[in-house]
């Protein structure tokens, strides 16, 4: 007989993936959404700045769409401190970094509260 799963969830697995998925999908619209607002308020955000938030933007949104691979948790965790780092492009981006690093810290702890250790199978 297998033990029932410890949050109460039916497929805690799948609710653990979208809180991921969704964290980063918001991430990617909210950093598309920020380019204007930051080259309208005089931000120094030059075309390689604008690429680069882009890029991570897109890749935001790629790793929502690969959250059953355990290693996309990493690449999400990459992700937050790539962005942090683009703080030296603009300072508004560091500032998105430390609240979606914070976000992104809650989901890995809800992970690891509702699923224990990582299953190998994430």
């Known amino acids: ?9 039916r497929n805690p697995r799948a609710a653990v993936r979208g809180l991921g998925a969704g964290t980063l999908a918001l991430e990617a619209i909210v950093l598309l959404l920020g380019i204007q607002p930051i080259r309208v308020m005089g931000g120094d955000l030059s075309g390689w700045g604008i690429g680069a938030v882009i890029a991570l933007a897109v890749s935001a949104a790629v790793l929502a769409g690969l959250m059953r691979h355990r290693w996309a948790w990493a690449a999400g965790s990459a992700l937050q401190l790539l962005l942090l ?14 609240i979606f690093g914070a976000a992104w810290w ?17």
Request: glycine share 10%.
């Open 85 to 98: 780092a683009s703080g030296l492009l603009h300072w508004s981006l560091a500032v998105l970094g430390l």
């Open 106 to 122: 809650y989901a890995l702890n809800v992970r690891r509260t509702i699923l224990g250790t990582p299953p190998p199978d994430a």
């Open 1 to 9: 007989m297998t033990e029932p799963p410890r949050s109460g969830l």
